[in-house]
Structure formats: C-alpha cells, structure tokens
C-alpha cells in the first residue's frame, strides 16, 4: 500500500486521522464506533456540553449558569477544578462548605497576624501555604483533638 504512512511521519501539529484498536492494534478512522477487525467497542469521547436541568439547553461544560434560560448549575455538574476554586465548591479536591470557607477567610487574616508576629518561621510557612477555605476545617480538627 502505497498511501500508508508510519505514524511518526505525522508532523506534531497534524491530528493523527485515525485510531489504533487497543485490542488487535488496527487503525480505525478516528469517528468509528466499533473496530471492524474485532468488534472492540471504542470509549466514547468526553461530552464537549452539558445539558441545563431545567431547559435541556446544551452548555459549555466550564459555563457556570444556562446560556438559555439561566439556571445556574448546582454541584451537581462535575466542576472543572478551576470552576471548583472559584466557586468554593470543591477546594484542592475536598468538599468544601460555603460555610467553611467563609469562615476560612474570615480567620485566616487574624491568625495570619498572629503568627507573622510571632516569628514562628515553621508556622509562618504553614500559614502562607494554607489555603483560606481549609482554615476552618483546620480549626475543626484541632479543636477534636485536644
Ligand atoms: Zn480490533
Ligand atoms: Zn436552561
């Protein structure tokens, strides 16, 4: 076959035009469902939209309210962690409460004094790499352990 390239002959910037079955190694084109040699059932690509809960609208998967209608999405859509950050949903991975990282912000300043002035290099390092959502939890369960 003539036409037949080795993959690496692609440049970096050409998007490869066909897939590699996992399971009998033939290429397949990059749309097919199936793979026609075994039957190996290709995963489906990630959803590029979101539907909205109250008007099955199609959003972006990063937009935080319906372009539609305006619903905004609850926790109930998986959360880029960007969006998480923002939001204050989800914090480094955790589950966050809004109360908790109200509170978080609201101490993190008054220990942030306290601890700069008290020239503790160790906590000073601590403090400066703690985020502010996890100060409350911090306060949680140091006070359970005492
Ligand atoms: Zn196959
Ligand atoms: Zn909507």
Redesign the pocket.
Known sequence: MEEEMPPHALKDDEKPKTKKCPSCTTEAPLGAKFCDVCGFEFPKAPPKFKP??????L?QLSATA??????VFGSDFSLSLDEALRTGAIVRGMDIEEEDVQAGEAMAESVRKVVMASGDQKLINVISQLPEESWARLRKYLSESE
């Open positions: 909205c809960p109250s008007c099955s609208g959003n319906c372009q539609h209608c305006g619903t």
